[in-house]
Every structure is written in C-alpha cells, then in structure tokens.
C-alpha cells in the first residue's frame, strides 16, 4: 500500500527524532559521527532558503570515522538502552525501534551508522572497529563526508518536546558525490532493481545544485582531494557521474528525476535551468569532470 502524504511527512519527522537521540546517546562517540543523507540535505536547503518542509524519509544516516571510536562505550549496547534493534541481520549497522519489529521494512523507522568503504578495513558486511564488531556497516562514496563537515544545532520537527543538538553535518560537496555515487550503481542495476532508483535521489542533488555555486563545490573538492588524496578516486569518479548522468547533453532517467521530484515545488525550466548553470561552472573549475 503506497504511503499517504501525511504518513510521510510522519516519517521524516519522526526519523529526525530518531536520528538527535541517537547522537545524544552516543555521547563520547559523536565526534566520530557525520550526518549525511536526507536530513544533511535539508540542513542545506533551509539555511539557504529559510524553514521548509523535509522531503519524505525514513531513515536517518550518519557517517563514522572509524579512527574516533574507541573500544568502549559499546555502540551496539547504547542502542539496545534507547529502544533500538539491529534492524537487518544480513546488514550490521542499521538500527531500527524494537516496537516497530512487526512493521513491514518500507515502514520502519531506521539510523545507519555507515563507515566510508576507504576507511572500513578488510572486506566484509560490517566495518572493522576495534571493539565494536557488527555495530556498523560500510558504504562507498561517503568518504569525502569525513572530511567536509560543519558543526550545525539541528533540531526535531514535530512540536513537543523540542529535542536539538550540536552534530558535524556533512557539507554540500560532500553530499553530491555521496548521491552521485548512489545514483550511478542503482542506475547501473536499474534492469534487475528497478525499485532501487528513487526520483528523490535526484532531486536531492538538484536542490543541492540550486542552494550551492559550481566553482565553489569544485574548489571544495579539489582541496580536500590535494589534503586526503586516498579519497581522489571517489571523489573524481562522483564529479564525472555528475557531469554524465545530469548533463544536459546526456538523456538520462535521472536528469528526468530531478524535475519530477521537484514538480510540487519548481516548474521543470527552473529545476534544469539551475542544474545546467551549476554544472557549467562546475566542470570550468573541476578539471578532472567532464575530460
């Protein structure tokens, strides 16, 4: 059964709930911790546009540097206080609420703790933390999170009681390749996963191409690139799957995605318009995209 508009906007506010508790438990652990993902997103796009209603989510996602956890507190045991559950035993690192065991998987309320694969040690479903076996997961493309962050208070959505808390988020060049990096592999598998390849990926990325300039992603980049260049490769495949998948020159389902994601809010000539600009200054100043 498709979700009404309101179950949504339950979802997103409830998740963002989810997600302040969370850090707030974690306690010691929280420097170790980057929001990514959708409620990073919507960080962006109200500082630059003022309050707006967060796009539909369920889940809330927070990178780790593996180097800023210690041994003890036990992450898995701080979450198991707060009423959380490893929420999908073929993937460790995805929390979601013990009430909410009997409710389908598109229902539940989730926090991903997510280890940027370069940083993840050796190969396997859970990252390698000294002391905190399968309390997370590894992820490809979030790596540039770990370095591109801002402290930001962000706060709950749904009225009373108030939660906030200051938390690293994840800035806006950080999350375009992240998405980038999404968008490309569920793109690729799109024939086998059809379900895996949201239009809300895509207007993710189009509204942090409306509230950002191209040149200064590009710089952004290119920086933290010349400064960590064990993220080069990641960071310069995500600027290219940029560049290839919503360029104006390329017809892909994606760059269709971003306006129809958008519809409610932007007209279609907006959404491209804006894309088009970014993506020209973009690749004039990332030397690496668009070769």
């Not at 064990?230 to 995500?238: L, T």
């Amino acid at each position: 059964m498709a979700l009404r508009l309101e179950d949504a906007r339950y979802g997103a506010e409830r998740s963002r709930r989810l997600l302040i508790t969370t850090i707030v438990a974690l306690g010691e652990h929280a420097n170790a911790m980057t929001v990514v993902g959708a409620h990073a997103v919507h960080v962006w796009v109200q500082k630059k546009w003022g309050p707006v209603d967060m796009e539909s989510t369920r889940d809330g996602d927070l990178a780790v540097n593996p180097v800023l956890i210690a041994e003890d507190p036990k992450i898995m045991q701080i979450m198991a206080e707060i009423g959380l559950e490893p929420a999908r035993p073929e993937r460790p690192g995805i929390y979601g609420y013990v009430n909410e065991r009997g409710l389908s998987w598109e229902q539940r309320t989730t926090v991903d703790l997510l280890v940027p694969e370069t940083y993840a040690g050796s190969k396997g479903r859970s990252a390698r933390i000294p002391g905190q076996k399968s309390a997370t997961t590894r992820a490809y493309g979030l790596e540039l999170a770990i370095h591109d962050r801002t402290l930001i208070r962000i706060s709950t959505t749904d009225g009373e009681p108030e939660m906030s808390v200051e938390v690293n988020v994840a800035g806006p060049a950080a999350l375009l390749i992240a998405k980038a990096h999404k968008v490309s592999e569920r793109l690729a598998d799109v024939d086998k996963r059809p379900d895996r390849l949201r239009p809300k990926d895509s207007g993710d990325i189009a509204l942090l191409m409306m509230v950002t300039d191209g040149a200064e992603m590009a710089k952004t980049m290119t920086r933290h690139v010349a400064e960590t260049p064990e993220i080069r490769g990641v960071v310069q495949d995500g600027a290219q799957y940029l560049v290839d998948m919503y360029s104006t020159d390329n017809d892909t389902i994606v760059r269709e995605h971003m306006a129809d994601s958008l519809s409610a809010r932007f007209p279609e000539s907006t959404v491209f318009n804006a894309v088009d600009a970014w993506l020209a200054s973009f690749s004039a100043n990332f030397p690496e995209s668009g070769d």
